[in-house]
Structures are given as structure tokens and as C-alpha cells.
């Protein structure tokens, strides 16, 4: 198996749970007679014990595209009208020596993932080349035409001048049960500093919360180190199933066996979920429908979708809000052309619209542009 030999161009917290425990201790003797006299009664009763503080969240601002803003801080924000570049990843691989270890997963991890190596280097190139963030949710709007018919139209952006827009979007941001033997963190978190962690187990059964082992916790650590790259606060599209729950929470249900307690653990897990989307949300990060079952949109029958789309708007779409955006799972190659999607999206991804490239990740290493 070859790695991707193009790719370049391109705290630890050890929960230790301890049970508090031990031998109980008598009760000490009532005090009687002179013994209770010589008691020092305190003056003033004990101040209770400051609890701890909430972290103080730094701000983020979040912005469009679509306006014109002429100079700002010494910056100039010029029209684009050219091409506007999608690059899709999936969860990266933390640690490769279980990725990539001959069993049945690895052939495909290696043809659909990239590592943590790697995608620190692809960052790095895209930022050097010049590249933007934008929302992909401002790069179209949806009107009708004068036939009533909904249409989607490319909407003009404005980018610092001498820079290139580029949207990124994650699929299968879910943490799928065989992802966790196979190299990839467990779950998003949030950290005691407000921010979002990855959590996880290294090869020995450590487990670990990282900021550098995660795609959308390594984004966000290198938009703080270079705020030029998100001029307008946009992270990356999260692309979300829902037959194993969302970003490392199962807040799914299985038709075929289920009971209270099953429904208790999942509302639990909903309910551990949502600071999570929160503070995703909050920090420019957004959401699509890649299906609830991963379904191939083309072979599947009406009936299926219809049912398919009812049950990630129940089960995901009830988390994570409103999204427009759709992610065609199955593609067999990088570019479809737009269509409509079921509703209640209104936009595709995945897609070839008008305007719009979307690469895999090696289109970087073979485009110096």
C-alpha cells in the first residue's frame, strides 16, 4: 500500500479515576462539661467556597462575503469572479500504525483519509498559496426564475485583495464504531477552557485530549495562529450521517432493538451533544445532511429517500438546526452536476455548480496555482 507519496510538495489527560474511599471513622465523643466550655465558638462563620468561574469564551466574528467593504485596516476587498475552490477531507488519521495495520479497513483509509501530518501540510499549502476561507452557504443564494422554478445563483464575493476563496467541507464527521480501532479520536469535546478538544486512546489504551489530532480541532487551532486565513470567520461544512449518532455522540435509535434504557443513554447523549454544536456554530463552523443511512441518492427509490431524509431531520436536523446543504454520499467521482435536493435542502454539494470546483485533497499538490 502506498502512501500518498504527493502529499508534500506538501493535556495529554491520563483520567486516573480513583474511588474515594476507606474504612469509615468513628464518630468522635460528645463533648460534655469543661471540655465543651473550652470550645472556641468563631467569631464569624466560614466564607463558602468561591465556586469555580465559567470560562470566558473569546469572541468570534463571524461575516459575509457579499459585502462591499473598500479598504479595511489596510486591507482592500476586491470582487472574485473566478473559480471558487472546494476541498473535502474526511476524519484524519491520528495515528497511523492503527490506520494502516493490513486489516480490512486499511486499504480504504488510506484511499478516502489523510493523516495528521499530511493535513497540517495541506493547511500550510493552501494558506501559502493564497487561499480563503469562505462559508459555503455565501457563495450561493436560491431565487426562481420567471417561471417560478427555484434556481440557484452565484453570488458575488468580495476577497482581500490578491487572494483566492476556498471552501472546506469534512464528511462523515460522525466517529463511526470502527473508526475507533482503526487510528481516528473517539468524540469532540469541550475543553475546560471553553474551547473544543478532541478526546480519544493512543495505541497503549491512553486516553487522550488533543487540539492536534482532530481535523476540526487542528483547523481551528491554525485559524487562531493566522486569522488572515478566515478573514470572515468561516471554518469548514461538517457533513453529518446519522446511523451512529453525530460528531462521537450515538444519539441514533435502532428500529430492529430498542427499550427505555437505550432511549435514556441516547437522550443523555443528546443532551451532551448540543454545547458541543454550540460552540461549533459560534466559531464558524456549519452543518449538512450527508443522509441519515450514507444512502446512494441515484439507485435509491422515492419511498427510501423520502424516509431516509425524514429520519436525519428527527434525529439530526432536531440538533444541529436548519441547513440547507446536502452532500451526495456515493459520488464516483468529484464533480455532479447541480440538481435539487430532496427537501428540505436546497442546495447540493458534491457538486459542479456553476463557478464551483471541488477537488479531493491531492488536487493541492498537483495545482500550484
Known sequence: MQRISSLFLALLLTCSLTACGGTAQPNPPAQT????????????APEPAEEPEEPQQ?????????????????VTYVPWDGVVEHLFFHPIVAYPELAFDGDSQADGIDDWMVTVDEYDKILQSVYDRGYVLVDINDVWSESTDANGQ????????????????????YDDVNYYDYMLKDGFTYKLILGEDGLIWS?????????VISQDLDAVTILDKFVREHPDFSPFGAKGSLSLTGYQGILGYR???DTKVWNDELEANRLKECEAVKPIIAELK???WTFGSHTWGHINLSSSSLERVKADTKRWMDEVGSLIGPT????????????????RAPAPFSSICR?????????GHQFLFQNQN
Open 33 to 44: 462539661g469543661d471540655d465543651a466550655s473550652q470550645t472556641e465558638t468563631p467569631d464569624t
Open 58 to 74: 473569546e469572541p468570534y466574528v463571524i461575516s459575509s462575503p457579499t459585502v462591499d467593504r473598500g479598504t479595511v485596516d489596510g
Open 199 to 207: 478526546y480519544g486512546l493512543d495505541p497503549q489504551g491512553n486516553e
Open 324 to 339: 440547507p446543504i446536502l452532500y451526495y454520499p456515493h459520488v464516483p467521482g468529484p464533480t455532479v452536476m447541480m440538481s
Open 251 to 253: 444519539t441514533n435509535t
Open 282 to 284: 459560534r466559531t464558524g
Open 150 to 169: 427555484p434556481v440557484m445563483i452565484r453570488n458575488t464575493l468580495y476577497i482581500p485583495e490578491g487572494k483566492k476563496p476556498l471552501i472546506f467541507s
Open 351 to 359: 457538486s459542479k455548480a456553476p463557478g464551483v470546483r471541488l477537488r
